[in-house]
């Protein structure tokens, strides 16, 4: 995460990235291993999503009070994060929202006439952890609605954007990315 929120400043954005676990352990740093991804499915186990998504709503609020902000703010994530950010940006009322495979997202839809603001959905085609049912079930919540966008990469598994996951995949990474990109700049 942290690595993410270095590439996001060198991009130019002011970033946070919320302790999302901090309730549990603090200062939580796992390593893109067989221990670390095991403790991050129990942290996800036990984590309050509700709680975790009111705290990065809040984190958009520490973020507009910065001064070194002077624009609109964005919420960003992936995977859970994804789920946070989407959760978050309909709490806070962000400017923007982008969801790099939001694992969980299809089962809070209702929060979806909420989400108002432009919002940036990657799904990976070949995702165990969010099959196509529940990307459709995405998709139409959000259809007729010109505030989504919807970018589907065939031919990749979840997690295809972490450089230290089997399933990365550096075309569909840098072509995300790139996306996330022109979102961001056309929007904040």
């Known amino acids: 995460i942290r690595a993410l929120a270095d590439q996001y ?5 002011v970033v946070l990235a919320p302790d999302l676990f901090w309730r549990l352990e603090r200062r939580v740093d796992l390593a893109y291993d067989e221990a670390g991804s095991a403790r ?11 709680q975790a998504a009111a705290d990065v709503a809040a984190a958009v609020d520490v973020l507009r009070a910065r001064p070194e902000v002077t624009g609109r703010v964005a ?17 806070a009322q962000a400017d923007a929202a982008v ?5 969980g997202i299809a089962n809070h839809l209702d929060l979806a006439p909420r989400v108002t603001m432009p919002i940036l959905f990657h799904h990976a085609g070949q995702d165990a952890l969010i099959p196509p049912d529940m990307v459709a079930a995405i998709k139409a919540a959000f259809a007729g609605r010109s505030n989504a966008v919807f970018a589907d990469y ?13 399933n990365y995949d550096q075309q569909a990474a840098a072509l ?12 904040l």
């Open 9 to 13: 400043a060198l991009d130019g954005y």
């Open 40 to 50: 991050a499915r129990q942290l996800l186990q036990t984590v309050d999503g509700t």
């Open 75 to 91: 919420t960003l994530g992936y995977c859970f994060g994804g789920q946070m950010a989407f959760r978050a940006a309909a709490l």
């Open 99 to 103: 969801c790099y495979y939001g694992g």
């Open 154 to 166: 065939p031919g990749v598994g979840h997690g295809f954007n972490c450089w230290g996951r089997p």
């Open 176 to 187: 995300a990315h790139g996306r996330t990109l022109e979102f961001l700049a056309r929007h």
